[in-house]
Structure formats: C-alpha cells, structure tokens
C-alpha cells in the first residue's frame, strides 16, 4: 500500500546551515506522523562553501531523496518545480551597523525622493499653478506662500504615508505596500532568471 506526502515547496528558501534538511524547503505533510517527521529531516545536501550562495535545484532532487529513503512512498508535488537555495552564512551582525546602515537608506530615500519631487514640480511649474489660482480666487496677486502652498507641504507627506500604508500596524497586515509588491516582483524576476540560467548552462548554452 502507498503513502502519499504532500511538498510544498518554497521558491527560494534562505537557510543558515550547511546541511540543508528538507523542512527547510518547504512543507511537508503526511498522514502518518512518523513518515512525516522522518521526511521533513531528509538531508538534501551538504554545502561546502563558506560564502553567500544560491544553489538551483529541481524537485526531481527532492523525490529522488525522498523515495531513496522510504518504501512504498508516492510524492505529490503542490508547489514549485524548480526553487533556489538561498545559502546564508552565519556570522555575527553589529547592531551599530546595521542602524548606521538603515539610517544610510532612510536619508538617500528622504532625499532622493525630495529631490525627484521638486524635478517633477519644476517641469509641470506647480508654483506658477498655485499662484494663478490665487489670484482667480482672491483676485489679487500672493505676498508670499499661501494656503495653497501650506496645504500642498503637510497633504504631500500625509498622502505618501498613507498610500504606502507603512506605519499602521492595522493596515500593514491587511495587504502589502507598493514597495513590497515591487520588491517581490524583484525577486521572483531574479529567481526566475537564476533558475533559468541554471538550465541553459545544463544544456551547454552560453548565458551571457
């Protein structure tokens, strides 16, 4: 009599260990508990590198471990054909770095983006909008900045944090921001050209 176990693999999955296990892929599920558990701690492979790596692999791999391991064992594949292991080597982080880091990037984003703001302002001359509308309205030309320009300076900045919908905790939860998206889409667009590469290179295609 066969037993099915379920895989669901990860299309990239970071581990820290050199001996990557097959519960470190993805999920495993089982109806027998043990047959399960024995799965989940298969040894996939040994990494020897002491450095960052990503490793293509297929999930002809994972059946091919799976089945040399147990009798009477059907695989069923739920997720990816094809994934990436992401090898990460542990080491120790210095937390002043890693802020001396995050405000790095909190300053180039805030000026980058104030930069890119005040580009688009100038090609599209808002100043000479706002002060046109100020006059039609008033009927006399500004002093100085108005309550157009006030209202301009504090709705920018309210509406970039809540389109980003970053700094609710309520609402990070319900869907994820533009940036994630974009960042996911990233990644599997990098996944996919890692993965893609790694078969070219099988079939003895020059990939660059």
């Excluded at 490793?55 to 391991?69: G, H, R």
Aim: overall charge negative.
């Amino acid at each position: 009599m066969s037993m099915n176990i379920y895989l669901s693999l990860r299309q990239n999955s970071e581990v820290y260990s050199k001996d990557v296990l097959l519960k470190d892929l993805g999920s495993i599920w089982c109806e027998d508990k043990e047959v399960e558990q024995a799965c989940k701690n298969i040894n996939i492979m040994h990494i020897d590198k002491d450095e960052h790596v990503r490793i293509p692999c297929s999930v002809m791999d994972i059946i091919e471990a799976v089945l040399k391991d147990g009798e009477g064992i059907r695989v069923v594949n739920l997720g990816e054909t094809d994934f990436i292991i992401d090898y990460q080597p542990s080491r120790k982080r210095s937390r002043l770095w890693e802020w001396l880091k995050t405000i790095f990037v909190c300053f180039t984003v805030f000026f980058g983006g104030a930069f890119a703001i005040m580009a688009f302002n100038n090609d599209c001359s808002v100043s000479d909008s706002f002060a046109e509308i100020y006059r039609l309205v008033m009927g006399k030309e500004a002093d100085g900045p108005s309550v157009i320009e006030a209202s301009y300076s504090l709705g920018l900045p309210v509406g970039i944090i809540v389109f980003f919908n970053h700094f609710s905790k309520k609402g990070a939860k319900k869907d994820p921001t533009p940036i994630e998206v974009q960042m996911r889409n990233y990644e599997a667009a990098v996944n996919d050209a890692i993965i893609k590469n790694a078969e070219r290179e099988e079939r003895g295609i020059d990939t660059a």
